[in-house]
Each structure stands twice: as C-alpha cells, then as structure tokens.
C-alpha cells in the first residue's frame, strides 16, 4: 500500500477547563468520523490513509490535521469541510486556502 496522502486528525482529548484545551473538545471525533464516512463514501481506502492520533501541537487551533507529504496544516477543521478537503486536496492537490495554519 502506498496512499497518495496521509491525513493525520488530532484526536487528543484534555479534561475540561484544561488550560490548553485540546481538539478533542472541539470536535475532533465528529470531524474524523466526517473524514472517514467520506472515504468509504468515495471508496478510496489504499489510495489515501486518514489516522487519528495524539497532540500535534497547535492545540489552541482546533480540531487540527496535516496532510503529507506535502505537510499542509489545517486549523478549526469541521465536518462541513471534508467535502473541499477531498474535492480540492486530496483529490486535486489544491490545499483548501481559508483553512491553512501556518506552522
Ligand atoms: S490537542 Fe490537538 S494539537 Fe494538541
């Protein structure tokens, strides 16, 4: 298997009223959950790889995930943006601009 694109979406989940928050409180699971009915919905499994995984960092900026091996970042992603995320990246490699964090 060699994917296109690995797409990592921050799972990491703080308690609440943690300081640093986390995109686990933010919505993190409903954007993965988006992310991968997507996938099966475009039958693209072995073509591009989606993981959840722990804090990547930018945690006030959530729910957060980068795209390789192009390592675009996108930030305050929501399940209403996987359907650009898909049309316009991984499918068309034109990273979605209005969602891009700067790293
Ligand atoms: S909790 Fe998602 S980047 Fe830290």
């Not at 099966?40 to 499994?45: A, I, N, P």
Request: glycine share 10%; charged share 25%; aromatic share 8%.
């Amino acid at each position: 298997m060699n994917p296109k694109h690995h797409v990592f979406v921050c799972m990491n989940q703080r308690p609440e009223g943690h300081p640093r928050g986390s995109c686990g409180s933010v919505g993190a699971s409903s954007l993965y959950e988006a992310m991968m009915g997507e996938m099966e919905k475009r039958d693209l499994f072995g073509k591009i790889q989606v993981t959840g995984t722990f804090c990547m960092g930018p945690c006030d900026q959530g729910p957060v995930m980068v795209v390789y091996p192009e390592g675009v970042w996108y930030k305050g992603v929501k399940p209403e943006d996987v359907n650009d995320i898909f049309d316009q990246h991984l499918l068309n490699d034109k990273p979605v601009e209005r969602l891009r964090l700067s790293m």
